[in-house]
């Protein structure tokens, strides 16, 4: 009698444990996708959708922590980035522009309708200059194109300072069509006007 009652308690254990299973299995397929989640790996030849941010940390020292290239024919990029809401490329040197910017604080919202966002404090060396982008080449280092080819704001809206090659010129303008000049405060002024009148130096110049 007693193997009995003991064969019948195994059998309900058995028979509890898998209605559980079942219940937890059920519950789980009834949670949200985002709440199922879980890290996996990414797979290339795929978009590899996620809710939450995707991130590479590299601490070795003079190595990049991620790198893209297309060495494929035809005109793939090395990298995209893309938004709807911000800047599609977004990059900082040294600090964060939350860091230095106070009055408005930093909103990424300001970035909205902007191809590449890039920012630097001031530097904190004599030696170099913060600068937001830094475009180099033989020919052109930062070219332009629009309604308004190149805009600037601040103190100095535009500056130019000219290397010692013979020739040199700190700031080129070229029109295709005459028009009224404009002097370095931004004043329009005639063409005649503006070569009779001097161009004040440079206040940073280290002769003043």
Known sequence: ????????????????????????????AAMPLAAAAAPVNLQTESDNATGA???????AADSNAFEGHATGTGTGFG????????AGVSGWSVSAPSTYWVDPAFDPDF?????????????????????GVWGDS??????GSGSTGVEGY?????????????????????????????TWTGRPTSPAR?????????PRSPST
Do not use: K
């Open 79 to 86: 990298l995209e980035g893309t938004a709807l809401g911000a």
């Open 1 to 28: 009698m007693t193997s009995e009652n003991d064969a019948l308690r195994s059998r309900r254990a058995i028979l509890a444990a898998a209605a559980g299973g079942a219940a937890a299995l059920a519950a789980s």
């Open 138 to 143: 033989p020919d052109v280092g930062v070219y």
């Open 194 to 202: 503006a070569a009779a009148r001097s161009v004040p130096a440079d």
């Open 111 to 131: 970035t909205n309708y902007t191809g590449v966002f890039g920012s630097a404090p001031t530097a904190a060396i004599e030696t170099a200059v913060g600068t």
């Open 53 to 59: 941010t995707t991130s590479v940390t590299d601490s």
């Open 154 to 182: 601040g103190g100095w809206g535009v500056a130019g300072f000219a290397n010692g090659t013979v020739g040199s010129v700190g700031v080129y303008a070229r029109q295709t069509f005459p028009r009224a000049l404009c």
